[in-house]
Nanobody, 119 residues
Framework: QVQLVESGGGLVQTGESLRLSCAAS????????MGWYRQAPGKQRELVAV???????NYEDSVKGRFTISRDNAKNTVYLQMNSLKPKDTDVYYC?????????????WGQGTQVTVSS
């Protein structure tokens, strides 16, 4: 069982930055892929960014060029640097980990951290 501990959410103004962190405990297989999803009330959870152990990344189109996902394999930690934040980025952000990018949705999830961007 993988445990994911998130940190770094908060309230910022439009154009500001935040950095989310997520520390994972678990085997190399169970955390081969790590990433972030977000969810607004009443909406489906959507992909933000994912990264494989070797560094391959995938981003949702609306965050490309503004968000950067990275990981420290030695610490089993994934980061999401969010720049030029917009009000539409306001959501609960969830860390996730799984055996592969393709199946990460079926892996483990964190408790979520709120990101609020005021206009």
């Amino acid at each position: 069982q993988v445990q994911l501990v998130e940190s770094g959410g908060g309230l910022v103004q439009t154009g500001e930055s935040l950095r989310l962190s997520c520390a994972a405990s678990g085997t190399r297989f169970s955390t081969n892929a790590m990433g972030w999803y977000r969810q607004a009330p009443g909406k489906q959870r959507e992909l933000v960014a994912v990264i494989a152990y070797g560094g391959t990344t995938n981003y949702e189109d609306s965050v490309k060029g503004r968000f950067t996902i990275s990981r420290d394999n030695a610490k089993n930690t994934v980061y999401l640097q969010m720049n030029s934040l917009k009000p539409k980025d306001t959501d609960v952000y969830y860390c996730t980990a799984g055996p592969s990018i393709a199946t990460i949705q079926f892996g483990s999830w964190g408790q979520g951290t709120q990101v609020t961007v005021s206009s």
